[in-house]
Nanobody, 126 residues
């Protein structure tokens, strides 16, 4: 099992930026993909982006492509989400999650992620 703790959320004006972090501990050697999801009020949790931990390949939802950037720091076991040009539609609780090694997966499917953080609130005001 991997323990995940997100941080960096907050209130920001439209057009602003935030950087989220997700610190991982536990069985971190067993992850293959780490991803970010978000859940707006009254909506389902939705894919934002993901990174293949070993190769560094990244994947993004079309709604954030060109504005958000996922990166990782292997030494710190930390995942990041740099969010620029934020809009009120980006408001929600942001979660990081892990796909374990040795499984078939679709990075965009939340059902393939087995460990989740508690989430961090991002609010973008207009």
């Amino acid at each position: 099992q991997v323990q995940l703790v997100e941080s960096g959320g907050g209130l920001v004006q439209a057009g602003g930026s935030l950087r989220l972090s997700c610190a991982a501990s536990g069985r971190t050697f067993s992850r293959s993909v780490m991803g970010w999801f978000r859940q707006a009020p009254g909506k389902n949790r939705a894919f934002v982006g993901a990174i293949a931990w070993s190769s560094g390949s990244t994947y993004y939802d079309d709604s954030v492509k060109g504005r958000f950037t996922i990166s990782r720091d292997n030494a710190k076991n930390t995942l990041y989400l740099q969010m620029n040009s934020l809009t009120p539609e980006d408001t929600g609780v942001y979660y990081c999650a892990v796909v374990p090694s040795g499984t078939n997966y679709n990075v965009r499917s939340k059902g393939h992620y087995t460990d989740w953080g508690q989430g961090t609130q991002v609010t973008v005001s207009s």
